[in-house]
């Protein structure tokens, strides 16, 4: 098994490539070149969240072969077990999905790569919490404000 805060480093990671891709997405509208960096940076959040998820089922040298880590997320998912690979196969069906919506192929491409990378975190954090950085500060202040704004 791998240390839970190496773990969470990788969670961590994809939070931070999550909220990169957001950015660039935001200013694909008017700089096209922006749509290629988001999409790669939704690919290695996705990717990030995998190898989480790999490592923390099967220690750190999981996420590697042939000392290179593995960055084929179908490679990723295939080294998942039980709840965590069920869900990231119902995240790569979800992403697929999601694109049909778009006819546009490289934007079809970006939007397949933010549904899979958000999906996998949603997934992610709802069935394993305790791979994420613990929230219950940040989650409190939140539903307090909420109920003060009520």
């Known amino acids: 098994m791998s240390n839970l805060d190496d773990?969470?480093?990788?969670m961590a990671e994809g939070d931070r490539l999550l909220a990169e891709a957001y950015d660039y997405l935001h200013g694909s509208d008017s700089d096209p070149a922006q749509?290629?960096?988001?999409?790669?940076?939704?690919?290695?959040?996705a990717q990030a969240y995998l190898a989480g998820g790999v490592e923390s089922q099967h220690g750190a040298e999981a996420t590697m072969q042939a000392g290179a880590p593995v960055e084929d997320a179908a490679?990723?998912?295939r080294r998942l077990d039980g709840r965590l690979r069920g869900e990231a196969e119902a995240a790569q069906q979800s992403g697929g999905r999601h694109a049909l919506t778009h006819a546009?192929?490289?934007r079809s491409r970006t939007e397949r790569a933010r549904a899979f990378a958000?999906?996998?975190r949603e997934r992610f954090s709802y069935v394993a919490p305790e791979l994420f950085t613990d929230r219950t500060d940040t989650d409190r202040?939140?539903?307090?404000v909420l109920s003060r704004s009520r």
């Open 7 to 10: 773990v969470r480093e990788w």
């Open 35 to 45: 749509l290629a960096l988001a999409d790669h940076a939704f690919s290695r959040a």
């Open 75 to 77: 490679e990723l998912v």
């Open 104 to 106: 546009d192929s490289d």
């Open 118 to 120: 958000e999906d996998l």
């Open 141 to 144: 202040e939140q539903a307090h």
